[in-house]
């Protein structure tokens, strides 16, 4: 169950941030009427979103709502139907290397013999090609990378050893070991320890201070209230797209969650699917953990 306090305040650094980030920066994500799906049935109906650069967007929303998705089309990994997008001046796909983009439920085999080292390191494949083997500058990066997630002294540990958190904290070091531009994030901060999920908020807070865009989805709409500067809350189209301290009002919410929001006084409860489910990929294994999820 998530609670927003529509009382909440931001702190002045948070809105100085904010202003950097909205007036006059670069936009880095743009969508026009963009509608994408799978099949013939639509996940996402005539998105317009432009994300300028230096911003720190949370994109949330019902399970089912088309936040995987929206990240898959920015990522270039799912083409549109309909509209235009462009990723940092150009189609989406083209600035693969200038984007670290971690998946919701990573595809990873959790019994192969790969360490924490190894996994930092993919982060650096795309700028090696096909003959340059890592050098110290890779090592350097991904030493870097693993000390600013708190895992430098696991390095040597499989990933299969790791908890839920510590892999969280892993493939955000491989995203921050490619040094990119963009970061999609897929729920990185879903089902992780209250240290860990604030770790990574100011981890993701500093590369947005440092002018890299960072767009995460999230379940968590107390998360996204208190330490995303923009949110964009979507159900299969944007029902609001602002600063959070604006946008996220009962009636966005409502529309956003329909029924399954739940008003008491300054506060809203999310009744329904605020339980996060890792979503998994067709023939792979979903666990749920509580009650059974309606098939979205
Ligand atoms: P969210 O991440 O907000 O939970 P998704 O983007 O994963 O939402 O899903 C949006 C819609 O697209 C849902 O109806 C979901 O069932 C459908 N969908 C997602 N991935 C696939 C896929 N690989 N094949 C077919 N349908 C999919
Ligand atoms: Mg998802």
């Known amino acids: 169950m998530s609670v927003v306090d529509a009382g909440r305040s931001h702190t002045a650094e948070d809105h100085q941030h904010h202003l950097h980030a ?7 994500i743009v969508l026009r009427g963009v509608t994408a799906g799978y099949d013939d049935r639509p996940a996402l109906e005539g998105i317009d979103l432009t994300i300028r650069q230096g911003s720190l967007t949370a ?12 990240l898959k089309v920015i990522a270039g990994l799912l083409r549109p139907w309909h509209g235009e997008a462009e990723v940092l001046g150009a189609p989406p796909g083209d600035a693969a290397r200038r984007i670290a983009y971690v998946t919701q439920a990573e595809l ?12 930092a390191m993919m982060g650096r494949y795309p700028g090696l090609g096909l003959v340059r083997r890592p050098g110290p500058v890779d090592r350097g990066a991904v030493h870097l990378a ?4 708190g895992m430098a002294e696991h390095a040597r540990t499989q990933i299969g050893q790791l908890s ?19 970061y999609l994030l897929d729920e990185p901060v879903t089902g992780v320890d209250a240290t860990t999920q604030e770790d990574l908020m100011d981890l993701l807070e500093a590369e947005a201070r440092r002018g890299k865009t960072v767009v995460a989805t999230t379940h968590d709409l107390a998360c996204a209230a208190s330490r995303f500067h923009d949110v ?3 159900n299969r189209t944007v ?25 008491l006084g300054q506060q809203a409860v999310l009744l329904d699917d605020a339980h996060h489910h890792d979503e998994a990929a067709p023939g792979e294994a979903h666990h749920h953990e509580g009650q059974p999820r309606s098939s979205a």
């Open 164 to 182: 839920g958190g510590q892999r969280r904290r892993v493939f955000l070091a491989r995203a921050l070991a490619a040094n990119p531009e963009l």
């Open 108 to 119: 990873v085999d959790w019994s192969f013999p790969v360490s924490v080292w190894d996994v």
């Open 59 to 70: 994109v949330f929303g019902p399970n089912g709502g088309g936040k995987s998705t929206l």
């Open 146 to 149: 693993l000390e600013q997630v």
């Open 239 to 263: 029902i609001a797209h602002g600063p959070s301290e604006l946008v996220l009002d009962q009636e966005v919410l409502r529309k956003t969650y329909g029924g399954h929001l739940l008003v």
């Open 22 to 28: 909205e007036q006059g920066s670069p936009a880095t």
């Open 232 to 234: 964009v809350a979507l």
